[in-house]
């Protein structure tokens, strides 16, 4: 079993740039694939990014495309959100998840198939 632990959530302007990581315990990263998904009060969780594990594909959600990356660190056992062009509605409660098996087209994007999430960092973003 892996334990997720993000960080880097905060307040910044519009325009601006943010880096999450996900730290993960108890288990080795690159057995995993990660996705970050974010939600708002009232809104359902949303898809943000995804990497299949092994370095494999990266997938991103069609609002933040361009301005997002997502990446892994193996030494580090994190994974990353690079999110740059900030933008208000991009403010949310960030999570991060993991799963056990290989991503692909047809399922990055739906939270049930994660096993396991972190807490949540918040990020804010002011106009």
């Known amino acids: 079993q892996v334990q997720l632990v993000e960080s880097g959530g905060g307040l910044v302007q519009a325009g601006g740039s943010l880096r999450l990581s996900c730290a993960a315990s108890g288990r080795t990263i690159n057995s995993y694939s990660m996705g970050w998904f974010r939600q708002t009060p009232g809104k359902e969780r949303e898809f943000v990014a995804a990497?299949?594990?092994?370095?494999?594909?990266?997938y991103y959600s069609d609002s933040v495309k361009g301005r997002f990356t997502i990446s892994v660190d193996n030494a580090k056992n994190t994974v990353y959100l690079q999110m740059n062009s900030l933008k208000p509605e991009d403010t949310a409660i960030y999570y991060c998840?993991?799963?056990?098996?290989?991503?692909?087209?047809?399922?990055?994007?739906?939270?049930?198939?994660?096993?396991?999430w972190g807490q949540g960092t918040q990020v804010t973003v002011s106009s």
């Open positions: 998840a993991a799963v056990p098996r290989s991503l692909y087209s047809g399922n990055y994007y739906a939270s049930d198939i994660y096993d396991y």
């Open positions: 990497i299949s594990r092994s370095g494999g594909s990266t």
